[in-house]
């Protein structure tokens, strides 16, 4: 019969390889959770800019249906219109009413105006959407705007 040390010779050699398996493993879970974090947290950084250039949209459409004292019409927006890498898109819809008495017109606009970037169904494809309805009330006698 072989002594006890012979019989157990050659037993670490898989024990290591086995532990150097399962410690690369965890590694690249590891690796693997923050490389999605990462991504995460850049999607969240371009979804706050791309609220931002949608309501940037937003604002540039109310300031040229606003300003002028006459009751405009929709604008046309830019043909390449890009802030910061996104592309806007906008949309304003325009309705006319009359008060009851036949003096004031009102003008009601709903703005919607969406920002996007990439390619649909990608993984980096960011869009933010926002819908502004405003109204404005000129005087048809003076032409002035309504208090």
């Known amino acids: 019969m072989k002594p006890i ?24 879970y590891a ?6 974090a990462n991504l995460g947290t850049i999607q ?14 937003v ?8 300003t002028p004292a ?3 019409g929709c604008p046309a927006a830019p043909a390449p219109f890009t802030i910061n890498g996104f592309d806007v898109v906008l949309n304003c819809n325009q309705n006319v009413v009359q008060d009851k008495g036949g003096t004031q017109n009102i003008g009601i606009y709903t703005i919607v105006s969406t920002a996007s970037i990439g390619v649909v169904g990608a993984k980096d494809y960011i869009e ?9 009330c000129i005087d048809v006698i003076s032409g002035e705007e309504c208090n």
């Open 5 to 28: 040390a012979f019989r157990v010779k050659g037993f670490m050699l898989p024990m290591a390889i086995f532990l150097l398996v399962v410690l690369a493993a965890l590694v690249g």
């Open 31 to 36: 690796m693997r959770l923050a490389m999605l």
């Open 44 to 57: 969240d950084v371009q979804g706050a800019q791309a609220y931002l250039a949608a309501r940037a949209g």
């Open 59 to 66: 604002e540039w459409t109310a300031f040229q249906v606003l």
């Open 70 to 72: 006459n009751m405009q």
């Open 128 to 136: 933010r959407r926002i819908t502004v309805t405003l109204s404005r």
